[in-house]
């Protein structure tokens, strides 16, 4: 129970729902309590022929009032308690999140994404459950058991009671053993499900490839394996549910042939009365539902304190980087930025990504980095914005080493193209403005869309800028998500800016565009260009080759080229490109 030790503060806050919850809880089960006894006197009144019509409406107003009684309390004590774990759900999911959110891009390269969206889906359920329905059954059932023990003995004797119920532990054990099995198996039922979705989604997102490559009857075939293995899994479940509630019944119907057989030869001899004897019985039926219960509550905090354990160790893994507790306060950032000496090894490999970089970009200079993939451009990217920490060597922003700086100061100064161009399935004007809390002008988006090239293409358009990307929303080009990602940063206007390959996917002329626009925005600020292409680069201040993680060439293009070196072995070859292309 350690394991919910994190909860106390949510307990603590909602004590009092959970005590109020209880409380209606506990009243509706003891007027539950009260209708065996009133059908036992009424019984008795008819027996003995006392019953007058009076009689009659008084026992009638007492069903009903009882009746009234358990709706009204079971209304509030879902109130409360559900509401209550309703809530925890809420608080759980976030705090999940926001804790997400703090870890580095390192802990999801290592965690799969489904994986986090089943502790966010099914463990946060889990936790729901058993301190919802679960804290209520169990309080319940235990609450019914002992009074209807206590009432079956008053109106009988205690040995007639030992015999009625002797069998229900084994409902107990039963529904145990039942409840696991058909937990497990509703799993691998929900397992099979999901794979049959993921793999109708993903043939029919793929249907381009499948008919081009003529595979459809192997498609057909796939299909139908994983469909035969979502109906297997589904008629093992109903096997073993199909068994558990008859035999359920089957156990319990014993306890009533028992009441029957032995207290009614009790009621022939007259020992007991035959309202004592229908009390006696209707106490035995309410019984039913607890009994099945204590098994179930069982299981169901179990699989809360499992849950609970495998949330925990997410919600206690610490970020990677971490700010230290005075970041220097600087109030604009210039530009200046400085590698020095700096080596870096990706967490987990054993090989260097980058070994002995050193460079410095003057404000408003423009860094150009080339090399072959996997060379280790986008790292010296990572590093700068802080998204790995280094360990050998120092990076200077300013002349301030970067780690001494908070990560919203750094990264806010920072306007980022990163290769990859991901965008949001929101309006193409809220990806632009994303890196804005606040309403942005229309203005604003305009003007960096032109800047990007985008502009265009986005007033083509029916909805222009309120088109809304993703899924359901429209597909725009590769070029075009390149171009609404550069206006992204743009928008901004950083002192630094960051294009990783974000040129790849314009023609050449849109290409020159962008980068005239970006010389006129960008005077005094300091940019990297990543690059594959000679042309993209050619007029940065300082170019460097790289190859297998170190700079094996720099300077100028003209410089690069009387070098007659590797980058002049590109240059030449792309030019010839060009010239066949045209
Ligand atoms: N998250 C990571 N974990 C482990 N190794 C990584 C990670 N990211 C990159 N690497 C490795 O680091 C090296 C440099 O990668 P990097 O992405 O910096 O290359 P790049 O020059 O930008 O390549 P490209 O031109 O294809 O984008 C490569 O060997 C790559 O496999």
């Known amino acids: 129970m350690k394991a919910f030790s994190r909860l106390k503060d949510f307990f603590k806050k909602h004590k009092w729902s959970y005590i109020l919850g209880l409380f209606w809880l506990l009243t509706v089960d003891m007027i539950q309590l009260l209708i065996p006894r009133i059908l036992g006197n009424l019984t008795n009144d008819f027996q003995n022929n006392t019953l007058t019509s009076n009689g009659v409406i008084k026992y009638s107003l007492y069903i009903i009032l009882t009746g009234i009684a358990i709706g009204v309390g079971r209304y509030f004590w879902r109130i409360y308690i559900i509401s209550n774990s309703r809530k925890l759900e809420y608080h ?17 390269s290592t965690h799969k994404t489904g994986d986090l969206m089943s502790h966010a889906t099914n463990d946060i359920n889990a936790i729901r459950m058993a301190m919802g329905f679960g804290i209520i059954m169990m309080v319940d059932s235990l609450f019914i058991i002992a009074l209807s023990l206590f009432m079956m003995v008053r109106s009988t004797s205690l040995k007639l009671t030992i015999m009625a119920v002797i069998n229900l532990p084994i409902i107990i054990i039963i529904t145990r053993r039942f409840g696991n099995t058909i937990y497990n198996r509703s799993k691998t039922v929900q397992s099979a499900f999901s794979n049959l979705t993921e793999f109708t989604q993903e043939n029919f997102a793929g249907i381009r490839v499948i008919k081009s490559f003529v595979q459809e009857d192997l498609v057909s075939e796939n299909f139908y394996e994983v469909n035969k293995d979502n109906m297997k899994k589904n008629l093992e479940l109903v096997k073993v549910s199909g068994i558990f509630r008859p035999l359920l019944e089957f156990i319990f119907s014993i306890s009533l042939l028992i009441t029957i057989f032995f207290s009614g030869k009790e009621v022939i001899k007259g020992n007991i009365s035959l309202g004592d004897f229908v009390a006696f ?4 039926g309410l019984l039913n539902w607890p009994t099945r219960a204590v098994g179930r509550v069982i299981n169901v905090l179990q699989r809360g304190l499992a849950s609970m354990d495998r949330l925990n160790i997410i919600l206690e893994e610490k970020p990677d980087i971490i700010e230290i507790s005075n970041p220097i306060q600087v109030p604009s950032i210039k530009g200046k930025i400085q590698f020095k000496d700096v080596s870096f090894k990706y967490p987990n490999t054993n090989h260097n990504a980058l070994e002995n970089i050193n460079f410095i970009i003057e404000q408003g200079k423009t860094l150009a ?6 060379s280790g451009k986008s790292t010296i990217v990572n590093l700068l914005l802080r998204l790995y920490d280094i360990e050998e060597g120092s990076i200077f922003i300013d002349d301030i080493d970067i780690k001494s700086l908070s990560l919203k100061t750094l990264r806010e100064n920072i306007g980022y193209v990163p290769q990859d161009n991901f965008l949001f399935s929101q309006s193409l004007k809220n990806n632009i403005a994303f890196a804005f809390d606040e309403e942005v002008p229309d203005e604003m988006i305009y003007e960096a869309s032109k800047m990007a090239e985008v502009y265009d293409n986005i007033m083509d358009f029916p909805m222009t800028f309120d088109t809304v990307l993703g899924e359901r929303g429209v597909t725009i080009s590769g070029g075009q998500k390149q171009r609404t990602s550069i206006a992204r940063a743009l928008i901004k206007n950083p002192p630094i800016l960051i294009f990783d390959d974000s040129l790849s996917a314009v023609d050449t002329e ?11 925005l960008t005077k005094n600020t300091t940019t990297i260009l990543i690059s594959h292409r ?6 940065a201040d300082e170019i460097l080759f790289m190859d297998n993680g170190k700079i094996i060439e720099r300077g100028k293009h003209d410089e690069l080229l009387e070098l007659n070196g590797l980058y002049k072995n590109l240059y030449d070859k792309q030019l010839l490109e060009e010239k066949i292309k045209k």
């Open 92 to 108: 759980l999911r976030r705090e999940l999140f926001d804790h997400l959110l703090t870890l580095s891009p390192n802990y999801f």
């Open 510 to 520: 849109t290409e020159e565009k962008i980068l005239n626009n970006l010389k006129s």
């Open 369 to 374: 980095i080339l090399g072959r993939t996997g």
């Open 534 to 539: 000679v042309s993209t680069i050619q007029s």
């Open 281 to 284: 019985y209707s106490y035995l």
